[in-house]
């Protein structure tokens, strides 16, 4: 069952205002640029990564970011800490940043696989743990970002902590059993629709469609499309389809088939 986030909770007083960015990979670059779009950046960015170009590069969006020497000195005295890592590197991460974090700050896990309740244990009891799963369209201010709080988590972090990252999209709380489906569906399948779009769109211009014109079919075309092969008359879709021709169709069962079988592998990887 998924919970709504209250996006107009109270807050008694806005504090989030120093970052520190563990991981300068693609989604906190995504995060910052979606949280820069909509003028909610932080006051101050720290980032660390173990790839120095890489955490240098996210002075393309928030120039004044610091660059730290080691993930303890980047979390040290933050206000909420995002981890960005990979699930291998997580233990030693968690181990170095663990007594380094200020107790009323906020930790943002990005990481996949690895639940809150085995966050907790790792940062020694930290109770402020908050594990998020965003989508590429956050960069855009449309993504669709599940997220789950510990059961502790202090109610005016949380309260704040949604006001920011609603203006990336959508924000639903959900179980943190359910992120990893989450996953699967929501942030990996941008990749399985983007150069679909892509090639739609170029040829809607190819054919004399107006560019504005072509962006506003094909979003109206996803939309629609969503609505009916979901909505209660589902089974009955391809009745509804008043083109009697399938320009595809040929290839269609091939690609059921890889989604079933490849997607279904990607949910069990990130699940054992």
């Known amino acids: 069952m998924r919970m709504r986030a209250n996006k107009n909770a109270a807050i008694k007083e806005v504090a989030m205002k120093t970052a520190a960015i563990i991981g300068a990979g693609r989604i906190s670059r995504i995060i910052l640029e979606g949280l820069k779009r909509k003028n909610e950046m932080f006051d101050e960015v720290r980032v660390y990564d173990v790839n120095r170009e890489a955490a240098e590069s996210i002075r393309g969006i928030v120039s004044s970011a610091i660059i730290s020497e080691s993930a303890s000195d980047a979390a040290s005295g933050a206000d909420i800490v ?45 109770r402020n743990v908050v594990r998020m799963n965003p989508n590429a369209s956050s960069i855009v201010n449309s993504g669709y970002n599940p997220i789950s709080f ?27 059993d359910l992120i990893e489906a989450y996953a699967v569906i929501t942030a990996m399948g941008y990749t399985y629709f983007d150069y679909q779009f892509t090639e739609i769109f170029e040829l809607a211009k190819e054919f004399g469609i107006d560019e504005t014109d072509a962006r506003t079919a094909i979003l109206k075309l996803a939309e629609g499309t969503i609505k009916t092969v979901t909505g209660e008359n589902r089974s009955q879709y391809e009745f509804l389809n008043l083109v009697p021709v399938r320009p595809l169709s040929g290839i269609e069962d091939s690609v059921k088939k890889e989604y079933q079988e490849k997607l279904r592998e990607r949910f069990k990887m990130l699940t054992n």
């Open 82 to 126: 995002i981890l960005a890592v990979h699930p291998p590197v997580f233990a030693e991460t968690a181990h170095a940043l663990s007594g380094v974090l200020k107790q009323d700050s906020v930790l943002l896990s990005l990481v996949p696989k690895i639940r809150i309740s085995k966050t907790i244990e790792a940062f020694k009891g930290f």
């Open 150 to 176: 510990s059961s502790e988590f202090d109610s005016n972090k949380k309260a704040e902590l949604i006001k920011r990252l609603s203006v990336l999209g959508d924000l639903p709380e959900i179980k943190d």
